[in-house]
């Protein structure tokens, strides 16, 4: 199933996403958490009719860094030996079509396309590998937006990472998936006839599989419903200039597609 989160004229709702391809699709409405029992209220919407939000409430969101050997390398990086982990703030969540916004203080700002896994109703706390699998409720498209200039200046990730609208999440959330090989592709440009290819890579090349990450992940932090694990970024990564329109498509999700504009 495809779960959303949506604005309608009546408000703010949780949604099934329904329909094939990407043109016709409508939006159920639910009356519970998308973790719940589901229970549809009888309304429904074409998905054109209605505004995408960041599909879930999250916590937290945990980003992974380096777990694409190719991306470890063009920055002249080794791969980790364990699991390379950072939070990014849940104000950094927007959702699709929401504007990424370049602050004045970098000079800077990276795309990165990544698979993201959404922790469900269990949560999760000190899991083997079984557990972790068990505590996944679904899968979206992140983007662990970067000031690069200045993760490379201070000695921690925070500030790079954490500036509002640095974490596109969405569209929507998708269950029963086999994750183990999927292409993740970004586009970047300013013409949505000719977007240029940055970022090609496939799910299959994580250093350390999902499982592992989750259950790495609960040993250090509780995982609470709702919580996002960015699973890392392929190669490719390059700037995102205003003007620019990123899109991040990853097979059998969708397509996160988000402006770039300035802060000022």
């Not at 982990?85 to 079509?97: A, M, Q, R, Y």
């Not at 979206?140 to 509002?164: H, M």
């Not at 496939?202 to 609470?224: A, C, E």
């Amino acid at each position: 199933m495809r779960f959303a989160r949506f604005v309608h004229a009546g408000g703010v709702s949780f949604g099934v996403v329904e329909g094939d391809g990407s043109s016709g699709l409508t939006v159920a409405e639910i009356g519970s958490l998308p973790f719940e029992k589901v229970q549809f209220t009888g309304q429904r919407w074409a998905l054109a009719d209605v505004r995408l939000l960041a599909p879930i409430f999250s916590s937290k969101v945990i980003g992974v860094g380096r777990n694409y050997a190719d991306h470890a390398a063009e920055f002249g990086n080794e791969v980790p030996k364990e699991p390379l982990i950072f939070i990014k703030p849940s104000t950094s969540v927007i959702g699709p079509n929401d504007a990424i916004r370049l602050p004045p203080a970098s000079q800077r700002v990276e795309e990165e396309a990544e698979l993201a896994v959404v922790i469900g109703a269990t949560g999760a706390r000190r899991v083997d590998r079984a557990g972790a699998e068990k505590a996944i409720f679904g899968y979206t498209i992140g983007n662990d937006v970067t000031a690069r200039d200045l993760q490379r200046k201070d000695p921690q990730w925070t500030r790079a990472k954490g500036f509002d609208s640095f974490c596109p999440i969405g569209p929507w959330i998708v269950t029963d998936l086999d994750v183990s090989d999927l292409e993740i592709r970004c586009e970047v440009g300013r013409n949505p006839e000719a977007m240029e290819v940055r970022q090609i890579g496939r799910t299959k090349d994580m250093v350390f599989d999902i499982p592992t990450l989750v259950s790495y992940v609960s040993h250090v932090m509780t995982l609470l419903p709702g919580d996002i694990i960015l699973t890392g970024t392929p190669a490719g990564v390059s700037e995102l200039t205003v003007g620019d329109t990123c899109s991040i498509t990853i097979q059998g999700i969708g397509a996160l597609t988000n402006p770039v504009v300035s802060l000022e």
